[in-house]
């Protein structure tokens, strides 16, 4: 049997900084001991419309420890939000008027010398509002979503064919706020260490990015902006971008002339870093009675704020997830006042998978054919949107694998059919798929006399472990141990390298990666001439040197356009449902990825087991409630604001086709990061569908939803 275990085959590296994680030594934003530490704590709106009439800091002023209070009445300008012409919408500029959008919406920031006193302050700081008429309720709202600026509605072939085809279903989904909460919170400390310098160490997945943004709110020279982000607990999405509360913590920085720490609480985490927003779906799919897809009709709107548009490809994975001949899909968004969403893992695919694979098994049913024999019949060999060939697609691989994996020849076709001790069983399965890209990076690639290898580049590691893969892909091309190299990352001095997002980072660093060591290589050969060119620390101690080294810059080139290039997975579940309860127990997890070649065999399965936890959790748990009635959120905290436990996880499996793409780049990876979430959902729904013949269409399946 192909897709054989390589977690076993082929382990390859533990995780480079493992020891230093575990051990504690690893530093993270907010543990950095800088000389004259202040802190800083936020306070928040507690009305969810309208404008603050008066707010008084003078008791929080006059508290122990107090350095400053700043809200928008007394906070220094900040540069980059003065504009001439202020575009209609965009990114929240904290403390800029007295207007308020959303509930939680920081109005005020109180520095002092202990985080404790700041916290007291904070408590004594006293707003009144002057409020108007709020909406936050998506679903009342849907008949004013709006088509986005750069939006349009897409058509292939005819519109609504699906209506016309002898075996058709259409259906609504909806998927609740869902919010990213990564294991370390969201945390700056912002140092001025001139008039026009600044250092911070800071919680993002781009040190580039927010250097830019940083330069560009304080008018300074992006060379003036040192960030620092060696480690990242865990992100998703999250620190995609720069918030108001790192703005905040530079502003104050400059206000009180020392050091601000600024940590978000986990409350402030479901109000200030974004969110899979809340979405509506409606799916119609008509076939054949043999299966052939006749038409896809997929529709959609998702929640926004009311300052800056948040949009993503939520109905994109219908266009070309299969080969359909007509195929139409609409994608709006709807203004709340509610602070603005932000990518999270599987931005837009996750939730569009959760509604076109779960149309898909219904349809299945329909027509009483294999869930997978279905998606095989209309299975896309070249790109349905554009007719490009795919740089690889091996998902038909990846079906077999999982289906062997699972057991799928245990399922029983018929919904509610079988019982395992008292409880129902079912299988169900989904798949999923994101774009293969690769974007730009830069390396340094420098010997040291020692033969110690120093690999630097500014890319962030959020956690799937981008260290361990650059020294595994350095090692296989230097020809040298791995214990031997030294990646150096997280830092904005270092070359240019991209944001850690979008499933990019292996394809994109890791061949640049691979290109610096080419380049060295050579340099090394030229320097051997007719002799041995691979013993590096022989030819530097014959050139006399005392290091060899070359940065040299990648991208992908004009294959980009000439070929469609996505990373493909797909999740099989076998659920147990209990008839009295409704509780739902994972019993079996398999996903499998086609993510070209697999470089970090520990890492990329850590990686897919993480995407299917989290998928889980989406599934089954995760749903951020707001009380429409205050607009308020009443579960911003994790007693109430559920994410899986080792408990409700009992075993996931993570396979590999683990077949190169050498058409993205010359180390044949794809992304994996997007792929290990997106069509988890449906396939726990699918699998809750088979176990007890309910069908739950708005997230998460929770059990009251199956006891009706
Ligand atoms: Mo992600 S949503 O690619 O951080």
Known sequence: MMGTDITNDKPGLSRVDGRLKVTGKAKYAAEYDVKGLVYGVLVGSTVTKGSIKNIDTKKAEGAPGVLSVLTYLNAPKIPGYQTDSPPPKGPLKIFNNNQ???????????????????LFAASLVNATYNVDTHQ????????????????KDYLKGQEDAWKTAP???EQEYTIPTEVHNPMEL????????ADDKVTVW???????GTQRSIAQAFKLPPDNVQVNAPFVGGAFGAALRTWPHEIAAVLAAKAVGKPVKLVLSRADMFTSVGYRP???QKVGIGASADGKLAGITHEATGQTSVYEDFTEGVVNISQLMYACPNVNTRYKIVSLNVNVPTPMRGPGEATGAFALECAMDELSYQLNIDPIELRMRNYAETDPSNNKPYSSKFLSDAYKIGADKIGWTNRNQKPGAVTENGWLAGYGMAAGMFGAHRSSATVLARMMADGTLILQTAVTDIGPGTGTGMVTVAAETMGIPADKIRFDLGDSSLPPSPTQGGSQVMSTVGSAVHDACVALKEKFKALAGNGDATNYTQILKQQNLDKLEVTTASKGGEEQGKYSMYSWSVHFMKVLVHPATGVVKIDKA???ADAGTIISAKTARSQMIGGTIMGTGMALMEEAIIDHRYGRLVNNNFADYHVPVQADIPQVEAYFVNKPDLIINPIGAKGMGEIATVGVAAAVANAVY???????????ITPDKLLV
């Open 202 to 208: 800071d919680k993002t997945q781009g040190v580039k």
């Open 690 to 700: 088979n176990a007890t013949g309910k069908r739950v269409r708005d997230l998460p």
């Open 136 to 151: 936050t309720d998506l679903k009342a709202n849907i008949a004013n979503g709006q088509i986005p600026g750069r939006g």
């Open 167 to 169: 075996i058709k279903i």
């Open 278 to 280: 809340y979405t509506w």
């Open 590 to 592: 398999i996903s499998v």
């Open 100 to 118: 308020v959008y959303f509930n939680g919406q920081p109005i005020a920031l109180v520095v002092a010398d202990s985080f404790e006193r700041a």
């Open 186 to 193: 969201h945390a700056i400390i912002a140092r001025w260490d």
